[in-house]
């Protein structure tokens, strides 16, 4: 597999705090990569490390195999996630100034943004001030700049905060799309459902080392519990006298007067089969699908289990 | 296009633009010609009209000054040849406002022979000063035109050591000097602080509404951080332009206004002694002694000018590096949601200090405390740009050097300072604007 970034080992501490410890990061090409983790998990620093804003101080960082130079700026485009404008300036200009830092001639971003401000609708306001914009509108520009000298590298902190859903779903089609056109991006988000719609691999970091790393189906196989969700109406009684052919309640949930949303486990080799063949006498079944592991959950439980030892061990100190 | 280069004209481009750098072009000089004529009015309105009686060994000064230098602040009245001191003492009572002066006949011509004023209470520094210019002037109005004309250098040389005013070299009027360097120091003060403060806005506002961030993934913090100073100095050399070139133009304006051909006039004839004590003829002009002093301020102007507009863009240059590095590095420590202006005072109050000294300067441009401020570096680009009119450029031009040196010097440190710990800082959110903290940062980018 062909990786366009590979951090080896990469450490960056300032002052006192380790920010990130050995960090070893390999980003296929053309995927979507979620960045996931807490809030000073670390994630920020290992982006802006990507960016060239900070330098780490042990290990390296490869983009295609070669170390980041600054031939590479114009080839990666970052929204971060606290993100502003210049509030006085006209938009038109402001999206022209950005575009041209990031490399591009006076008239290929002109034409660009023609193009992109045109896509969003956005034409009529290119010489109005960021200051008369909605925050929905000035999230659009922020994402065109990003976007618009066609980097191989899309860095995107919560590229959906602040949008509403059909702007949410606007975006997304914009992420698929460019991930379509071959576009790698990295998608740093707390949103865990928006990461099982649309990313291929994920990486958790937590204080500051990275807990899990993988494509997301994989993670999901590995914490999954192999449980099954049943919807059903009928008695709940006798539901739970139909667990004797083998199975544990997990979950239960009652959804009206005699209809449940429950999730059960089997204890060893026991089929799903029985169980519904002897609930069915007196429930009716909506419907079972096996249940997979979901993102939050993955997130929560990793991040807990990864905290635990070092809770208690101080307690103990305390 | 170079990133830095974009930089600097976007923070050009969207300063000149704005209404306040047009408003500000027009009004700095109005203000400025405010704070020097206000308090001179102030003066002027509660000014008792003093009397003076002379008493003329010379034979020549009194008569042309009770013509010529009578204001409505000060009346001269020429006693008649044979009243001798004691005699006028005797017939005037004297009070606070009629005072005595007596011309010895070697009064203006051979050294250490100054002039006498007798007076009941202390006339003041204005009236004595006044009275002095007076002498000074009506003098060298004779002298002019009976040695070499408008050859002022020459003539206020040999005055200098005649006269017992110790007004040296350049041959401005002296109240040209001070006007001028009130003006010069003024110009320089809101210049330094009002686009020092422009550089701490830009900075705060980049970090406060987060654009930093995008940008910095673009270019490196240091070279924005220059390209702001850059552009923001730019502008402010541009209204700098705009002013002096305005001065320039009225200048040139008032000076075809006058228009005087001094020999044309020439054809009031009076008698005058020589060092030798014998009479002898002068030619006097009939101008009034207004015009009189246009003419030398012009004249004085004119050779003064190309040294000031020399010297000045160095002084504006580095002292406007040296505050911007200073608030640079504020702006890029503060953090937007605490105060920062606690922080912000230690550096405007040297420049404040500063504009206060300039205004003692032209009261007093030899003194202890104007001298060494004006070649310290966080107080020269003001004081010495008040003293410019004052420094005697064959004996103290190494002072102005001097000066030049130690501020560039200074800002070579404070811009290296600010750059390291910009670099760090711009992105620290979490922490508060503290001595503490930017030397942190500071140590931490030299890391």
Same mark, same amino acid.
């Given at each position: 597999m062909k990786y366009i970034i590979k951090a080896n080992k990469v450490v960056k501490r300032y002052y006192k705090h380790?920010?990130?410890?050995?960090v070893c990061v390999k980003i296929p090409k053309g995927s979507i990569y979620g960045l996931l983790g807490p809030n000073g998990a670390g994630k920020t620093t290992l982006i802006r490390l990507i960016n060239q804003i900070s330098k780490p101080d042990e290990g390296e960082i490869l983009f295609f195999n070669k170390k980041l130079t600054k031939e590479h700026i114009s080839k990666i485009g970052y929204l971060p996630e606290e993100r502003g404008l210049y509030?006085?300036?006209k938009i038109g200009e402001q999206a022209m100034y950005l575009a041209q830092l990031k490399g591009m001639s006076k008239t290929e971003a002109k034409e660009k943004l023609t193009e992109w401000f045109d896509k969003f609708d956005?034409?009529?306001?290119?010489?109005?001030? =960021?200051?008369?914009?909605s925050k929905g509108m000035a999230q659009k520009i922020q994402f065109i700049v990003t976007v618009v000298h066609e980097p191989e590298l899309l860095i995107l902190d919560?590229? /959906?905060?602040? /949008?509403?859903p059909i702007n949410t779903e606007l975006i997304k089609q914009e992420i698929l799309e460019l991930k379509k056109k071959g576009t790698t991006i990295i998608f740093s988000t707390h949103n865990m459902q928006s990461v099982e719609e649309i990313c291929d691999h994920i990486t958790l970091i937590n204080q500051s080392e990275i807990l899990i790393d993988g494509p997301v189906d994989a993670i999901k196989k590995q914490f999954s519990e192999n449980a099954y969700e049943i919807h059903f109406t009928g008695n709940m009684i006798s539901f739970t006298n139909a667990l004797w052919t083998g199975f544990e309640l997990l979950k239960k949930e009652e =959804?009206?007067?005699?209809e449940f949303k429950v999730t059960v486990s089997p =204890?060893?080799?026991?089929?799903i089969n029985e169980l519904l063949g002897a609930a069915l006498k007196d429930c009716k079944i909506k419907s079972v699908f096996e249940s997979s592991a979901k993102m939050h959950d993955i997130f929560i439980k990793a991040v807990a289990k990864a905290n635990e030892p070092k809770t208690t061990k101080n307690i103990k100190n305390e | 296009m170079n990133k830095l280069k974009l930089v600097v004209k976007r923070e050009f481009k969207t300063r000149i633009q704005k209404k306040s750098f047009i408003i500000l072009s027009i009004i700095t000089p109005i203000i400025i010609a405010g704070l020097i004529i206000t308090p001179i009015l102030i003066q002027q309105s509660t000014f008792q009209q003093k009397t003076v009686l002379i008493v003329d060994? !010379?034979? %020549?000064l009194g008569d042309i000054m009770q013509r010529d230098k009578s204001t409505k602040f000060i009346k001269y009245i020429n006693m008649p040849l044979d009243a001798t001191i004691e005699s006028v003492a005797d017939c005037y009572e004297n009070s606070k406002d009629t005072m005595v002066l007596h011309l010895n006949k070697n009064f203006g011509i051979i050294k250490n022979s100054p002039g006498q004023l007798y007076n009941? &209470?202390?006339?003041g520094p204005g009236v004595i000063r006044t009275i002095k210019n007076d002498c000074f002037d009506l003098f060298r109005k004779i002298q002019v035109y009976q040695i %070499?004309?408008? #050859?002022l250098e020459k003539i206020d040389k040999r005055l200098g050591n005649t006269c017992?005013?110790?007004?040296? &070299? !350049? +041959?401005?009027?002296p109240q040209v000097k001070s006007y001028l360097s009130l003006a010069g120091g003024l110009l320089m003060y809101l210049l330094v602080l009002s686009y020092g403060v422009q550089v701490l806005k830009g900075v705060q506002e980049e970090k406060s509404n987060r654009i930093i961030e995008i940008i910095l993934s673009s270019i490196k913090p240091v070279k924005l951080m220059w390209g702001k100073i850059i552009g923001i100095g730019l502008v402010g050399i541009t209204q700098f332009i705009i002013i002096i070139t305005a001065a320039i133009v009225l200048f040139s304006v008032i000076q075809s206004l006058v228009d005087i051909n001094p020999s044309a006039l020439v054809n009031d004839q009076i008698q005058m002694m020589n060092a030798e004590g014998e009479l002898v003829q002068a030619n006097l002009p009939t101008l009034s002694a207004e015009e009189m002093d246009t003419l030398y301020a012009i004249e004085g102007l004119k050779s003064f000018l190309p040294k000031f507009l020399l010297i000045i863009p160095f002084l504006f240059i580095g002292g406007f590096l040296l505050y911007a590095s200073f608030f640079a590095t504020i702006g890029s420590a503060s953090?937007?949601? %605490?105060?920062?202006q606690q922080y912000i005072l230690p550096v405007t109050v040297p420049i404040i200090l500063s504009m206060v000294i300039a205004a003692t300067t032209m009261e007093n441009p030899n003194s202890v405390l104007v001298y060494w401020t004006s070649i310290f570096p966080l107080t020269s680009p003001i004081v010495m740009t008040a003293r410019l009119p004052f420094? #005697? $450029?064959? %004996?103290? $031009?190494w002072q102005v050097i001097t000066a030049i040196i130690l501020l560039y010097g200074s800002v070579l440190l404070s811009t290296k300072f600010a750059a390291k710990v910009y670099k760090t800082a711009i992105?620290?959110? +979490?922490q508060k604007l503290s001595y503490n903290n930017i030397w942190k940062w500071f140590k931490q980018s030299n890391k």
């Open positions: 380790t920010a990130l410890n050995k509030k006085k300036m956005m034409l009529d306001w290119w010489d109005s001030k =960021v200051e008369d914009l919560e590229p /959906f905060s602040g /949008f509403d =959804v009206s007067k005699n =204890v060893g080799n026991n089929s | 060994d !010379t034979i %020549t009941d &209470g202390h006339p %070499t004309k408008l #050859n017992e005013i110790q007004y040296e &070299g !350049t +041959g401005i009027n953090n937007p949601e %605490t105060d920062s420094i #005697n $450029w064959s %004996t103290e $031009w992105l620290m959110y +979490g």
